[in-house]
C-alpha cells in the first residue's frame, strides 16, 4: 500500500501570491501524509525492527509524517519536475542552497523563495518528515515513528549518547541536540558507563558510578529523571563525554527512510483526489546536505529507491556534503 493518503491542514499562495516570470504564483500545501507499509515485502527489508512494530488488520504498519509542498497554481506552467528536500533536523534547506535565501537564525515555519531561481524555472518543491526524534512545530518537521514491541512491550536496548559542551553544563539531555530522548529503563542501572575523554580519538577514562546519575540539576541537586544524564562539578567546556545505557524506547528509525520513498512515489505516480501532484510530475530529484546527504547515501545503500510497486522512486540525488560516511 505504501502512502495511503495526504491530509491537507493548509493551502495558501506562496509569498503573498507574487509571480516568478512566466510560471506565475505558487501555491503552498501544509499536512500529514499517511503510511501503511508490509514489513514483509522485499522492498522494505531493509529497515530494522519493522517486522517488530504493531500491525492493523490487514498486516500493515502505519505511521506517519510531517508534509509541505510548492507548486505552479497553473499545472500547465510547470516543468513537470519535482525536488524534494531531505530535511535537516526538521527544517528546510534547498532554497538556501538554489535560490540563495536567507539563513534563518530561529527556524520559522515561513518559506522564503528567495530570488526565485526554483520558482521562475516551475519547478515543485517537497519537504516530508523524516526523524521520529525532531521535536516538531510549525517550523519543524518530523515523523511519528511506529515502535518496535516484543509480548507487547517496547523492546529495551542500548543506548549511547555524546556530549561535547561548548559550557559548562550540570546536566544534559539523552539525545543529540534539542531533539526526544532515549529514556533511560533503569535510573539505577549498574552496568551504565560514562567515560570521558580530551579528543576525538582520545583514551577513555571511565567515570566512577557515584559520580554520575540519570538526572536534571535543580540548585545543584540532582532530581531523578530517565532523559537526563548528571555529573557531580557538571561537564566541562570541550572534553567528550559518552554515556552507554539501557534504554526503554526502540523506534523504527528506518520507518522515515519509507516515508521519503513512499511520499515521493505517491506525489509522482498516485492518481488519487487528495493528490496535488497527480499528472503534473514526470521527473523527480532529491537534495540533501551535510546529515540529508548522508540520508540519500543510506537510501541508495538499503536499496530503496524502488517502491514496493517495483517502481524507480528518484530519477537522481544531490548528496551534498555528506562527508566520508558510506
Known amino acids: 500500500m505504501a502512502a495511503t493518503h495526504l491530509e491537507i491542514r493548509s493551502r495558501t499562495l506562496l509569498a503573498g501570491g507574487a509571480a516568478f516570470g512566466n510560471v506565475g504564483p505558487y501555491e503552498r500545501l501544509d499536512g500529514t501524509i499517511h503510511f501503511a507499509v508490509d514489513p514483509s515485502h522485499p522492498a522494505n527489508a531493509g529497515i530494522v525492527d519493522l ?6 488488520a490487514q498486516g500493515y504498519v502505519r505511521f506517519s509524517a510531517d508534509f509541505c509542498l510548492v507548486q505552479p497554481v497553473d499545472p500547465a506552467r510547470g516543468s513537470g519536475r519535482l525536488l524534494l528536500d531531505v530535511l535537516n533536523r526538521g527544517r528546510k534547506t534547498v532554497l538556501t542552497q538554489f535560490n540563495r535565501a536567507p539563513r534563518e537564525a530561529v527556524p520559522s ?59 559548562p553544563l550540570p546536566d544534559h539531555l539523552l539525545a543529540d541536540r ?5 529514556p533511560a529503563a533503569d535510573l539505577d542501572e549498574a552496568e551504565a558507563v560514562l567515560t570521558v575523554r580530551d579528543w576525538w580519538n582520545g583514551p577513555r577514562t571511565v567515570v566512577p558510578r557515584e559520580q554520575w546519575r540519570f538526572a536534571r540539576d535543580e540548585g545543584g541537586r540532582p532530581v531523578p529523571d530517565h532523559t537526563r544524564v548528571w555529573l557531580r562539578g557538571g561537564f566541562e567546556p570541550g572534553r567528550i563525554y559518552e554515556v552507554l545505557y539501557t534504554t526503554s524506547d526502540c523506534p523504527v528509525v528506518g520507518a522515515g527512510l519509507l516515508a521519503v520513498r513512499d511520499c515521493v512515489a505517491f506525489l509522482r505516480h498516485a492518481t488519487a483526489a487528495d493528490n496535488p501532484c497527480a499528472g ?21 545503500y538499503l536499496g530503496l529507491n524502488v ?20
Open 51 to 56: 517486522d517488530r512494530a504493531p500491525r492493523d
Open 109 to 167: 515555519e515561513r518559506i522564503d523563495p528567495g530570488d526565485g531561481f526554483l520558482m521562475a524555472r516551475g519547478w515543485t518543491i517537497a519537504w516530508c518528515g523524516w526523524q521520529w526524534d525532531v521535536i516538531r512545530s510549525p517550523a519543524l518537521m518530523g515523523l511519528e515513528a511506529p515502535r518496535a514491541l516484543q509480548d507487547g512491550r517496547p523492546i529495551p536496548g542500548q543506548g549511547r549518547v555524546e556530549v561535547q559542551p561548548n559550557e
Open 178 to 182: 534539542v531533539h526526544h530522548p532515549y
Open 280 to 300: 503534473r510530475i514526470r521527473h523527480v530529484y532529491g537534495f540533501g546536505a551535510s546529515q540529508s546527504g548522508r540520508f540519500l547515501r543510506h537510501f541508495l
Open 307 to 326: 517502491d514496493e510497486d517495483g517502481r524507480q522512486v528518484f530519477d537522481g540525488l544531490l548528496a551534498h556534503i555528506a562527508g566520508a560516511r558510506r
